[in-house]
């Protein structure tokens, strides 16, 4: 063999090795796995279908697992199984493998630690993908101590999916492990992470990606970037790249990198259009306006204006439990002449509440005490009289002025 | 969707059209698109003035009352069209030739690039076409008082809380957003009259359609300003293909699609200017320029920039100088208390520095500058970790670094780089030196100001990349881009 294919054929060899080993890299520090981790995890726990107790909600064992096939009355499926005295800190890598899990639900890991063995702890996890899901529990600074008891909650997804249009469909636990860190968890671990499947979510406006109450997940375009530039750099020292061919390497391994984030962004856009889909289509606007994630507001407020129309009400001074239940009250009531209280009562120290003015509490936040006729809501006390109460709706006038 | 709905498509469109190719009737490469994509924008602008003009009393015959008056602009626009186009010579459309040209996988690759941009749009369409109002802003500002408008069948004022509260005997509104600009407002009421109802999915449509225009705009203007047609399929595709962008459309609501979309027409307008000293292409970016503050109010901030850095523009070398060293002079004195004695004495601020009038709120964050170091690392999780970007800001240095040369020749490059340079300083001292350093922990603010920025800086960088190619096999020393010959 001449000696430049000799040498060729090195650098090649050298390049494929330098790949590998920067890959690996890339995905151990994306992963935040330690380098001295063994290569397969040693201590596991695993926890079959049978091993889970159905809490809430209606379950029976399969063949194949524990089969969830409806909620319970409120609204939400619950499965434990008791773990004895496991470390977190040694099984911080949480498997779990749930087949035909339905995309308007939210799953949820719930546990109790031994320190405190009353208070639930529960975190929103990624909806299960194939094969097998995996999240590193070790980001979460809830998951420390001795665990007890480990358990699933499902329950419509959140911001998306109002309880009563949470189409619940049967799905399957099948097993669940936890493990400690190990070289083999990092791609069920990444793949989580990236293509782990999350509904719209009020943020999404803002930023994709970030999730309230949610694990933190690696970043795939940190990963795919570090990743791209390094193999770029070893190409550029091993094979002896002219200047060219280094740009053409960078082009197409720009271009292909930009192709594999858009793939992945398209499989995230289909999936969450996916619920909307299954929520929405096929019914009429009249019937698609009903469908809102927080339909106990708008029912409120259907509530709301026809008691206002009754009493011929002009004004109404609306609050809820947030600033979320508040202004989407004043949305619905549109277009009723409503308005946030708290913000009004904030903006006008003093001011007075006309008596022709209705004020709406939707939710306990605001407390009304009967003896002395006042209303508190925030930092104000208002003289009111109470003149109806519908469910979470209570309704009053002010009696005389505002505070 | 019936025919008042797509009449009241049909009409804003044309009269768009129009209404460009009357300012800019010239047929280069890519006139069609321009033409499709800034009559969908100007169209859908002219709606909201027109509305506003003549349909304050009945709102729920909105279209019906405005629409004449669309078509007598548009009309005007067309005559205007005729004349000036009659005056040029012959179409120098020189583009016929070029898709013979393209090699069979580019065109295979475009093509499966571009059937991915129409599963988006299709995807985006079916999201508004099913869904109530989502996003929190929409709901909560944007169309609080359009839904009150054409419900209520006519125009009514809307106050601030405490004004509210007092005024109790007159038909005022209210809401957390009481000072935001109508524009929008008035585009909603068109469409909902046309729909004969309060339809959030056809209120909500102009933002599909305002994604395709800053498409289809882009390109257009891309082709008549020198891109091949191969690159710039390309960057409609880089352009398109941004998550955060694609998210405006489908989650619709939020004034920030409508402010990239009219700034980066803007700034198209302004190249092609500089270019080719177009004076139609001038008086749009002007016109749009003037737009941005009615949509949102940071539009004053992008507009002030925009405006000033075309006067800038059109200063002789000497006169530049002078100006920067002016500009510098004025920001440090309006940073370094002019700004609060300016709120006191019209009104907005008391002299303790208490909020008067709620518009000061916007720039009370200004009043007491003070560094926010580790907003930085939020900053670049926005920009660089996130998955609303893609690979787009790791890329946009690296592309401008190597064309910088090249930017720096020509002042149709270096201008508009320099005006984006001010936009992003500008974004910077606010993340970076004042409490809205929050909004960048909170990822709620920094991607949707920056996503006002994106297509704008996608422009500079195709801009700079039209002509780049791969250094010669024969030498590794090569220049990385041979430069054509500039027209301008």
Known sequence: MPAFRLRRMIRGVVFAIALVAIWLGVFALTAGLPWDAPLNSGKRLTLEGRDFLVRSGTGKLGARGLEISAFGADGTALQTARLGRARSEQTPILRYRISDFPKTLELALIFRRSDAPEDVQSISLPAPILPEAAVDLTRLPQWHGEILEVGFAEYAAGQVVAPDNAQFAPFRIERVSLQARSWSEIFPRLLSDWFGYRPWALLSISALGPQLETLPTSSMTVAIGIGGVLSLLA????LGWSKRRLLQASCVTALGAWLLLDLRWLDDFLSKHRVIETLYADKSWEERAKIQPDDDTLRAAAELSKFAAEVGAKRILVTGDSQYTTLRLVYFLLPLNAAP?????AASPGGIVPADTLIAVLGNDAKYDAEKHSLQVAA??????????QGALRVYRPSESAR | MNVATLFAWLLPLLVGA????????????????????????????????????VARSDTAHAWLR???????????AALVFRRRSRSLAAARDSDGNARAEMPRWKRTLLGVLFASLGLRAVVALREIWLRPLYPWDAWSAWAVKAKAWFLLGHHVRFVSLHDWLVQSGKEYYTSIAWMYPVTLAWVDIWFASAAGGWVEP?????????WIAVLLAHYGQWRALGVSRDRALFFVYVLGSLPLLLVHAALAGYADLWIAAVFGLALLAWVRWLQSRDRGQLVLAIALACVLPCLKVEGWIWASCLLATIVFGALSARWRWLV????????GVLLGGGLRWLLEHVGWLDAAGGIVDARAGSFVLLLQPQWHGAAARDIASALFALPNWHFLWWLVPVALACRWREIGARTWLWLPAFLLLQCFAALAFLFLATDAAQWAKSFTAINRLILQLTPAVVTLVALALRDAQLPATASGTAPVSVARIDRA
């Open chain 1, 341 to 345: 209280m708290v913000s009004v009562l």
């Open chain 2, 324 to 331: 920067l060293a002016a500009a510098a002079i004025f920001v």
């Open chain 2, 202 to 210: 056809l209120v909500n449509l102009p933002w599909l359609a305002l």
């Open chain 2, 66 to 76: 405005a629409a004449p008056l669309l078509a007598i602009v548009g009309i005007g």
């Open chain 1, 380 to 389: 104000t006390t208002l003289s009111v009289v109470p003149v109806h109460e």
């Open chain 2, 18 to 53: 129009a209404v460009y190719l009357a300012a800019s009737p010239e047929r280069l490469p890519g006139w069609r698109s321009a033409a499709g994509g800034y009559g969908i924008v100007i169209g859908l602008l002219l709606v909201s003035a027109c509305t506003a003009i």
């Open chain 1, 235 to 238: 190409g550029w020292l091993t």
